[in-house]
């Protein structure tokens, strides 16, 4: 538990101190016209109160990310502890953080305009393809979890019956896809707008339930300097599967949400459409996405008391949703736990909608379609949404089919986290030329390209991990990583001259 409270203290303390730094460094003014006060259209540019702003942003770039993701880290060990405390504080909230305001300074503008900015016109057209792609796929990985847990849900079989399985699966698809589309067109304010805050607060409330009962029932969180019944270090790699699945980098993989996450980037375009003064970006953009961690941390503690630190009669192999349900079922009464399984159900969904949100507005502001008629809302929604309903199809017809979209959706996610830190990078040496502001985020830069070129180099059934002995994939991982930092300086350089 001394592990636990102290990784809750850390994270506090990044914000109140680290995120001070970062937003003096960057030069936030709170006098200078944002967005939504200089052009609000009544759709995507919006002004709204900051809490509401925040508990959006919050479920914006949660969902189900610092749940099923710290519980699939937690297997690795405590050393998932260590990612989510220092990944957040040091590269995920700064990330959030500098990429939400330069969007603030750029009117609002999606991603890839940013990348285009900063790391030239061709990277900019490279990641409009990549972040709608990337869209789609979150798209359909939260239709098809939400789905899936609705169709085992209690009141189902009453609800349902004569039915198929695979008719409920369906019919589940269906209302939640209506819903993403509705979440889509209408203005930010009519749907997101008024049901986030709401999902937001049942999100942070599940995490709180879990810390009361870790207080009622006494629970031992590993430590990181303990071991196990077995006198197995908990900082080992504890995963089923360690041999195949080396902690780096499969843990920095596999814990997106929690610690660094790309996709939180494309969402920041959304709140920043909506705040009226930049002096909300630091709460908003750090403060949201350390509460992600805390909720993250909660999750991973709680996970790795059943996997590797607690009553070993607890656990039967349970993982990803399993060991949700196993956590609600073990330490919650019914109607609590009930209410977790619609908590998670909740959170899923509503990142699958924003995603789509997103796709629509990067889409629209490429092709320089204007979104204020539903019309052309609808023009660039519905290709959208045919794309993500085939995969879809693929992702339940075949057995692997969604373990496939799942593995390159991870890795897709942290790349584009990858990217955006090389985009804030550059923009923090061209704000402060000749000074060294811009190690704040060349650091974890280097480190996420190590990991995601890593993840091609020696992961199982990805890349070249199934053909390349692990040192030599390491190396070239290595060997690409060190090419951008010199490439980075060579134009650092270059523009001084």
């Not at 057209?125 to 169709?151: E, H, Y």
């Not at 993403?180 to 409330?205: C, M, N, R």
């Not at 979104?371 to 929604?381: D, M």
């Not at 057995?399 to 584009?416: K, T």
């Amino acid at each position: 538990m001394i592990t636990f409270v102290v990784s809750i203290a850390l994270l506090i303390l990044g914000y109140w101190l680290y995120s001070k730094l970062i937003e003096r460094v960057i030069g936030v003014d709170p006098k200078r016209t944002t967005p939504a006060v200089a052009h609000p259209d009544g759709v995507d540019y919006v002004p709204m109160k900051p809490w509401r702003i925040f508990l959006i942003q919050f479920l914006n770039i949660a969902g189900v990310g610092p749940i099923i993701g710290a519980v699939m880290g937690a297997q690795f060990g405590t050393a998932s502890f260590l990612w989510i405390v220092f990944g957040c504080i040091l590269a995920g909230a700064v990330h959030d953080f500098i990429s939400g305001f330069i969007s603030i300074r750029m009117d609002g503008a999606s991603l890839p305009e940013i990348h285009g900015k900063y790391l030239g016109n061709g990277m900019k057209q490279f990641m409009r393809g990549f972040t709608v792609v990337l869209m789609i796929l979150v798209g359909v990985v939260f239709v098809n979890t939400p789905a899936k847990l609705l169709s085992g849900a209690p009141f189902v079989p009453a609800f349902a019956q004569g039915f198929s399985p695979m008719a409920i699966l369906y019919f589940w698809i269906a209302v939640i896809f209506i819903y993403y589309l509705l979440a889509t067109l209408l203005p930010i304010d009519k749907v997101i707008g008024k049901v986030y805050p709401i999902f937001g607060i049942l999100l942070l409330a599940m995490a709180v339930a879990i810390v009361v009962a870790f207080v009622v029932y006494g629970v031992q969180i590993p430590e990181l300097w303990g071991t196990d019944a077995d006198g197995k270090a908990f900082l080992a790699n504890h995963h089923p599967q360690a041999a195949t699945n080396p902690v780096f980098p499969m843990m920095f993989i596999s814990i997106a949400c929690g610690a660094i996450s790309g996709f939180h980037a494309t969402q920041s375009p959304l709140m920043a459409r909506c705040m009226v003064n930049e002096k909300q970006a630091r709460p908003i953009f750090y403060g949201a996405m350390i509460a992600e961690g805390v909720v993250a941390l909660i999750w991973a503690a709680a996970a790795a008391y059943f996997f590797y630190g607690g009553d070993a009669s607890l656990y039967h192999g349970e993982k990803d949703a399993g060991m949700v349900k196993l956590i609600a079922d073990t330490w919650f009464p019914t109607a609590i736990a009930f209410v977790t399984l619609l908590g998670v159900v909740s959170a899923a969904v509503t990142s699958g909608d924003t995603a789509l949100r997103s796709a629509r507005l990067i889409v629209a502001d490429f092709m320089h379609i204007d979104q204020k008629p539903i019309g052309k809302r609808l023009l660039v929604a519905v290709p959208i949404f045919a794309i993500t309903a085939g995969l879809l199809v693929f992702s339940i017809a075949d057995n692997d089919g969604f373990q496939i979209i799942w593995r390159y959706f991870s890795w897709a996610n942290q790349v584009l986290a990858m990217v955006t830190l090389w985009a804030v990078t550059v923009f923090l040496s061209k704000l402060h030329p000749g000074k060294g502001w811009y190690w704040l985020t060349l650091v974890p830069a280097l480190f996420m390209t190590m990991v995601t070129a890593s993840f091609l180099m020696v992961a199982p059934g990805v890349g070249l991990g199934e053909v390349l002995p692990r040192t030599l994939g390491y190396s070239l991982a290595a060997a690409f990583t060190a090419a951008l930092g010199v490439l980075f300086f060579v134009k650092k350089q270059r523009s001084k001259q």
